[in-house]
């Protein structure tokens, strides 16, 4: 069993920049692929951004391309969500998923097993 705890999130101004973390235990997710998702209030999740398991490859969602960057420490079994140049609309419930389905790079939380509990970004305009 993979547990995850997300961290980073806060109140932060529009234009600003922040850096979520996302810590695994229970066991290593080296081969994992890794994602964050966000929900906001009143909608459903999304996808925002998913790294494979060499962190070679990774996939963005339109609405966070060129602004976000995901990253990975598989020594230190962490995933990271680089954001900057945040808009009001980024704000959510920020959440952090593992597959261990393999090389893929997924962005339905359906194909998901695991999830952390989230931590909320607020962007103030």
């Known amino acids: 069993q993979v547990q995850l705890v997300e961290s980073g999130g806060e109140l932060v101004q529009a234009g600003g920049s922040l850096r979520l973390s996302c810590a695994a235990s229970?066991?290593?997710?080296?081969?994992?692929?890794l994602g964050w998702f966000r929900q906001a209030p009143g909608k459903t999740r999304e996808f925002v951004a998913v790294i494979n398991w060499s962190a070679g490859r990774t996939y963005y969602a339109d609405s966070v391309k060129g602004r976000f960057t995901i990253s990975r420490d598989n020594a230190k079994n962490m995933v990271y969500l680089q954001m900057n140049s945040v808009k009001p609309e980024d704000t959510a419930v920020y959440y952090c998923?593992?597959?261990?389905?393999?090389?893929?790079?997924?962005?339905?939380?359906?194909?998901?097993?695991?999830w952390g509990q989230g931590t909320q970004v607020t962007v103030s305009s």
């Open positions: 998923a593992a597959d261990k389905g393999g090389p893929q790079l997924p962005s339905r939380a359906a194909e998901y097993d695991y």
């Open positions: 229970g066991r290593s997710v080296s081969s994992y692929s």
